[in-house]
């Protein structure tokens, strides 16, 4: 379509070097250091497979049975911004498809799709963290063998649905309509208890 890919299997490719970058050291704490030019579209998808996959470790941290309290208060929190930091940059990629496809005039029969670009991308990052981790536990457990095909076929699959999807909007037959998510519970000016505080 471009110069710039902006294919389904190059985003997994993408979000797999981010894994696998994360897994050298293996720590939560650990800075990002991202291998792409700044502000590009390859960037920002290594930066939110970063944060998913700190996330996803943070997650079996606080399903510790003998984790402290307060440690996992503070895990939960970190879980908290971490959250709002990945909406918040899917709602950005998402601004980058809208500035990509800004001038195609759809066809009069065009709609949209259920979600955006950038949600969709968001679950195949997701998934590929799961078939990181699924790899892993197949080799320790064999029994584990049909879910990880399950999965990888899952990830094919919306890689196809994913350039389906770009290639309509590019074509007219889809148009984007993007719904900010409007997240309540870390607003201080939506959320109840905080703004009581004031």
């Known amino acids: 379509m471009q110069e710039l890919r902006i294919q389904g299997k190059h985003f997994t490719e993408i979000f797999l070097r981010s894994v696998t970058d994360y897994h050298v050291a293996n720590d939560v704490d650990q800075p990002m250091t991202c291998p792409f030019p700044q502000g590009g579209l390859d960037a920002l998808l290594y930066e939110k497979n970063w944060i998913d996959t700190v996330q996803w470790h943070l997650e079996d941290i606080i399903r510790d049975p003998l984790i402290e309290p307060i440690e996992a208060l503070q895990v939960k929190r970190r879980i908290d911004t971490l959250n709002q930091q990945r909406t918040d940059l899917v709602e950005y990629i998402d601004s980058f498809f809208l500035s990509r496809f800004r001038d195609v005039i759809p066809l009069e029969e065009a709609t949209f799709n259920t979600e955006s670009p950038a949600w969709a991308i968001d679950r195949l ?38 350039d389906e999807l770009l290639d309509d909007i590019a074509a007219g037959r889809k148009y984007m309509k993007v719904y900010r998510q409007m997240k309540m519970y870390n607003d201080p000016e939506l959320n109840p208890v905080l703004y009581s505080k004031k």
């Open 125 to 162: 990052s997701i998934l590929c963290l799961k078939i990181y981790h699924m790899q892993i536990e197949s080799c320790r457990n064999s029994s584990l063998r049909d879910r990880l095909e399950i999965l990888q076929a899952q990830e094919r699959d919306l890689q196809t649905a994913i």
